[in-house]
């Protein structure tokens, strides 16, 4: 048994705060477990004792005789404070309705109330929820609208209001709900044990989750992953604006907006995201009353040449296979059209097909194998509603576990009473044909099954890079030098070209001599970060005497554009050839932690912010995915002539890259910058990286 149970099917629940007073948010709770049918025990509590809808009110919870599954919390915060640690000695669930707490800054309340909870065993739902609904006692806990149909869609909401308006809607729209949870502000339980409850639970097919934001986005994500097949998840995440300036000193960590992790994170183990309400509240409802699809045939029938284009073009969009079998088509539709009308799919039953020819077309579509999905539009002539209304909802229940099959109905009157017809019968209906395409895509979306791949081992010079942290915290620094970082990279088997350290000209000619020409050189200061700014970079060095000069030019340059720079002498690496510039980095997310980053360089990264992010380590087969999503990718694979560059070494390089900073966490920034990329090859010009240092 989860041991949630007792929440989700509590034997008993008391109301502490319950009020005599109609319209009260202690007396509707009372109400709507009284109205739901709840079998179990219900204690009211309140010190006026006395009845509260026929039942005997418990002066103080002390006083009832057994243990309480769950305790409901229904008076101010300053009370909520004091009766905490009484509720806690009785029940193991307390879900706290109250607001007032972190929500508003009152850490110190909501602190009390988890603490005193844990002494004593118990768990924790919100502060500041509207309660909990759940299909199998069934148990209305909420003070929320009172009527709710029992189905298999769970809505876990972090935001209260919403999730009171949901259950409105959803008995307006015929969802039924297999539970409803306010999760509030997740002071002790989370979404992520929720979820863990809910993927278990035989009355949950699909779960619709709000959230604005996840600490524990690792937890999260692994609970994901290890859900069953049977039951799939929807998420609506708010917050895609960019998140506020955040003081980051690399490049990925300022590309790194908190949602766009979020997005990339959701595609890595294969959430939906749904933009808008609206979309969700479709998604669901239609994964809620549909088998999953056993291929990509999608077929849209329709009387109109019109919806079935605009039908076609939203498949498009959404990458939904139109089956094109023309024997098959012509076998399965031809007699059932007249001759003017199409069997190409979109198939055309033409302007004059009513109910019969509706029914005939749609068993035939159902009954053929190589059909997966159906698409049934119908534009609404005026006449003829009742016998199409009837055809619809038989033939659709008739084979309603075969395949799914999706109604959109435009027009007036007619078409929005066989809408309404429909929803009442379980029937995904929609009034607009893309809610319809996008609601089938959907349906794939979550019937599919994402494998990310295994991680597997490299070799690390784990000393060396531990040396090269050591040395800079004993200097107290965060910043790594660029010669250091690429140090670090070299340690994890990245390819970084030849470099040195030159204190004197002479060191440097004797470093360039080693490496070949032509060469680079660079400052090495921890105070010059825009090295080419203050003269600190001569590029394209070809002999001796060029190395002699660019080291006095160096040196010169920036003792007089920073004359307090603490120059610790001048890299010199090779000059590379031309190839494509790169970028791959990391940062340190807040709800995910490590994560790493991929995008081309210049004005790629630059102006079109063209990068992709995934939660580190990542298996290589989820990095060929991540490098495909850049629109810049194309590029990669070779234009104008170009040959296609070296993708492995791209794949290679993240993979090193995501192995480094999860088993460093201390570093928790990297920028490599720019990675060039050859036919053959993929080498570091320049790298940064920002390490934690105690304080
Ligand atoms: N033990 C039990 N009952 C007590 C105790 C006690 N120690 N002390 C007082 N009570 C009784 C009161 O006498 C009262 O009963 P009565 O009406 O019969 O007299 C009852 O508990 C409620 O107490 P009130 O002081 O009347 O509190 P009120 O009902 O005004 O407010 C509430 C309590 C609703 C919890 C309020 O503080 C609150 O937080 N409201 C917001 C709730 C909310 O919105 N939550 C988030 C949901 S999601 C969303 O955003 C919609």
């Not at 300036?245 to 183990?269: I, K, M, N, P």
Request: glycine share 8%.
């Amino acid at each position: 048994m989860h041991y949630l149970e007792p929440l989700f099917n509590p034997k008993s629940v008391a109301i502490v705060g319950a009020s005599h007073h109609e319209g009260k948010i202690g007396h509707t709770v009372v109400k709507n477990i009284v109205e739901s049918g709840y079998k179990g025990k219900i204690y009211p509590v309140n010190p006026k004792g006395g009845e509260i809808l026929g039942l005997k009110v418990y002066k103080n919870i002390l006083e009832i005789e057994e243990d309480i599954d769950v305790a409901i919390i229904t008076v101010p915060a300053n009370v909520a404070v004091n009766v905490i640690d009484d509720v806690a000695k009785k029940a193991k669930f307390i879900i706290v309705i109250t607001s007032g707490f972190s929500e508003v800054g009152n850490i110190e309340g909501e602190k009390k109330l988890v603490e005193t909870a844990k002494k004593h065993g118990s768990r924790i739902l919100g502060p500041n929820v509207f309660g909990i609904y759940s299909a199998k006692p069934p148990i209305n806990a909420t003070f929320g609208p009172s009527k709710i149909e029992k189905g298999n869609i769970a809505v876990v909401s972090q935001s209260g209001a919403l999730g009171i308006a949901m259950i409105g809607r959803a008995s307006e729209e015929n969802m039924g709900l297999s539970a409803m949870v306010s999760i509030g502000n997740k002071a002790d339980l989370t979404e992520v044990e929720i979820l863990s409850y809910l993927f278990q639970d035989e009355y949950t097919r699909v779960v619709f989750l709000y959230i604005e934001g996840l600490e524990n986005g690792r937890e999260f994500l692994d609970i994901i992953r290890k859900r069953p097949p049977n039951k799939s998840i929807i998420v609506l995440k708010a917050g895609r604006s960019k998140a506020g300036a955040r003081a980051v000193a690399s490049h990925t960590g300022s590309l790194a907006g908190s949602d766009a992790v979020f997005d990339a994170a959701f595609r890595q183990v294969g959430i939906l995201r749904a933009d808008s309400l609206e979309d969700g509240l479709n998604w669901v409802t239609t994964v809620a009353l549909s088998p999953a699809p056993k291929g990509k045939n999608v077929v849209i029938i329709t009387n109109g040449g019109g919806l079935g284009v605009i039908a076609a073009d939203a498949c498009e969009k959404y990458g939904l296979h139109l089956f094109d079998d023309m024997e098959v088509l012509k076998k399965t539709f031809q007699d059932v059209m007249p001759e003017f009308g199409s069997y190409k799919n979109p198939v055309d039953l033409t302007g004059q097909a009513g109910g019969k020819e509706y029914r005939e077309a749609l068993e035939r579509a159902f009954k053929e194998d190589s059909i997966h999905a159906i698409l049934a539009l119908y534009c609404d002539r005026g006449d003829s509603i009742e016998e199409l209304k009837e055809a619809l909802i038989e033939v659709h229940k008739k084979y309603r576990n075969v395949k799914p099959a999706l109604y959109t109905l435009f027009g007036g009157e007619g078409a929005t009473s066989i809408i309404q017809a429909l929803k009442r019968e379980g029937i995904p209906a929609f009034s607009d044909v893309e809610d319809a395409v996008s609601s089938l895509y959907a349906l794939y979306k979550v019937n599919e099954r994402k494998d990310e791949g295994e991680l597997e081992e490299i070799e690390m010079d784990e000393e060396k890079i531990k040396e090269v942290i050591e040395n800079a915290r004993k200097e107290r620094r965060n910043k790594l030098l660029s010669h250091e970082a690429k140090e670090i990279l070299k340690a994890v088997g990245i390819d970084v070209p030849e470099f040195y350290l030159a204190k004197s000209i002479d060191d440097a000619i004797e470093a360039a001599n080693k490496i070949g020409y032509p060469v680079v050189m660079k400052v090495v200061s921890e105070d010059i970060i825009h090295k080419t700014d203050v003269g600190g970079v001569v590029l394209n060095i070809e002999d001796e005497k060029e190395v002699a000069e660019a080291f006095e030019a160096i040196m010169e340059n920036c003792k007089r554009n920073v004359p307090h720079a603490n120059i610790r002498g001048i890299e010199i690496s090779k000059m590379l050839p031309k190839g494509i510039e790169t970028i791959v980095g990391s940062t340190t997310d807040a709800s995910f932690g490590k994560v790493v980053m991929f995008g081309l360089g210049g004005i790629y990264v630059e102006v079109m912010k063209d990068v992709t992010f995934r939660v580190a380590p990542v298996p290589k087969k989820e990095i060929r995915r991540m490098i495909r999503e850049i629109e810049s990718y194309p590029l990669l694979m070779g234009v104008r002539g170009e040959k296609r560059k070296d993708i492995d070494a791209i794949v290679d390089t993240i993979y090193r890259v995501g192995l480094l900073v999860d088993k460093f966490k201390e570093i928790v920034e990297l920028d490599i910058n720019p990675l060039i990329v050859y036919e053959k090859g993929a080498k570091v010009v320049d790298a940064r990286m920002v390490i934690k240092v105690e304080k």
